[in-house]
């Protein structure tokens, strides 16, 4: 047995003991409270992709008077499309609060569909109120970088 094995997980530096040299490694523990910084970011991811949520849950709502008005060109295209939209509603809710909660795998969906939502406010230029589209894009920006500003989850 080691007699400084443990004094050696203790102290960190380099000395001498019973003439040979010998390196001490300090470990010092990670914090597991996240700063204000990093909590200011998770809260703001969470409100931005819970604001997405909502604005998905709208246009579904928008597909459903549609169709109910007769609007629509084909009545399974807009039901699918309904159905399709109120997945990711149900998606983005559950990421909002895995973001609120700091749960360590809420960052990546919410970086990838956010990843996806800038190249289509980018497309949405040519179709879309300017501000609508910059919004899409800012927004998308907005969230990955506080995905980011969170920093690792454990």
Known sequence: ?????????????????????????????????????????????????????????????????????GQGSDPTVVVMSIVTMLIFVIGLSYVSAGLWKRHPRSQAPAMAFNGLMIPLGIASFQFALPSVAAAVVIGGIAVILSCFAMGQLD
């Open 1 to 69: 047995m080691n007699p400084g094995a443990d004094f050696g997980q203790r102290v960190g530096g380099i000395g001498r003991a019973q003439g040979r040299d010998i390196v001490l490694l300090v470990t010092t523990p990670m914090s597991s409270e996240p700063t204000q910084r990093q909590h200011h970011a998770s809260k703001l991811a969470s409100g931005l992709v819970g604001l997405e949520a909502v604005v998905v849950a709208g246009f579904a709502a928008f597909y459903g008077v549609e169709l109910f008005l």
